[in-house]
């Protein structure tokens, strides 16, 4: 039997900030959330300052940053505003979305080919400032070859249409959309990019992504946030380890 190495959890704790603004309230805690997942073995915390602060807040950000003892993935627009925000706090990673006002979610991946110079530029800084730089694209080859060409260190997949898919009951096109995605994980891997991936996944889906040889980190949110309404934040993070450990079992 052979074991894959084991897979890196960032947990996206978005979301119970999401349920703290709803009410305006100081509680649920997102920094409380963050603590209780390094304890449940997450390997990093992730969190989306969006333009319009609809989740995690600046003071967020500055609490992550003091409290944290695993790395901070900082998720962030491609604008001078958060360039700034980064740069100040310096966290171990920043992770480059797209970001439309309008949108639900983080819908698509960035279009780094569409706009190569721009961003070789707005990420030189935050990579010389010591951040590792993720850029949030479609398993598309030549959105990895942009990433490559840029200098991201590392490439996020967008996991989204798979798991839409696997939700709708379409399983032919689920296993196109998942083929693609494990030979796009090989492709940025063998150009040197550390290969992450995520959004949409859940305990129903994650095990057939989890088994890409070559990636590195899943990172999961609006899932584990739901699934803590039942069984608590700790067990639900829990069993999310348990079933990727499973799946790197071969
Ligand atoms: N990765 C990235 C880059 C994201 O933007 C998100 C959503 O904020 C996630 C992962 C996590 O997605 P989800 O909350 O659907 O698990």
């Given amino acids: 039997m052979e074991t894959l190495e084991k897979l890196r959890l960032g947990v996206n704790i978005d979301h119970v900030a999401t349920v703290r603004n709803a009410r305006g ?27 319009d602060r609809r989740h995690i807040s600046d003071q967020d950000i500055e609490r992550l940053v003091e409290i944290l003892t695993v790395p901070l993935n900082f998720e962030m627009a491609a604008t001078q505003e958060m360039q700034k ?45 010591g951040s590792r730089v993720s850029i949030f694209i479609a398993a598309d080859q030549k959105q990895i070859d942009a990433a490559n060409r840029i200098g991201a260190q590392v ?40 290969a992450h991936a995520g959004h949409g996944l859940t305990y129903d889906c994650v095990q057939p992504v989890a ?21 608590g934040l700790g067990p639900a993070i829990e069993e999310m380890r348990r079933l990727m450990d499973e799946a790197r079992v071969a």
């Fill in 211 to 231: 088994a890409f040889p070559e990636l590195v980190e899943l990172n999961i949110g609006h899932f584990l946030i739901s699934e803590a309404v039942f069984r």
């Fill in 25 to 51: 309230s100081e509680y649920p805690d997102p920094i409380r959330a963050a603590k209780i997942a390094e304890k449940a073995g997450a390997d990093g915390i992730t969190a989306h300052l969006r333009e």
């Fill in 155 to 194: 490439i996020e997949l967008h996991t989204g249409a798979y798991c839409d898919l696997h939700a709708e009951g379409r399983f032919e096109e689920r296993d196109v959309e998942l083929e693609r995605l494990c030979e796009m994980t090989a492709y940025a891997s063998s150009l040197g990019l550390e």
């Fill in 85 to 129: 925000i980064a740069l100040r706090h310096k966290p171990h990673a920043v992770c480059i979305v797209p970001e439309k006002r309008e949108e639900r979610t983080t819908e698509g991946g960035l279009e780094v080919a569409r706009e190569e110079n721009r961003l070789a530029h707005f990420i030189a800084p935050l990579r010389e400032s």
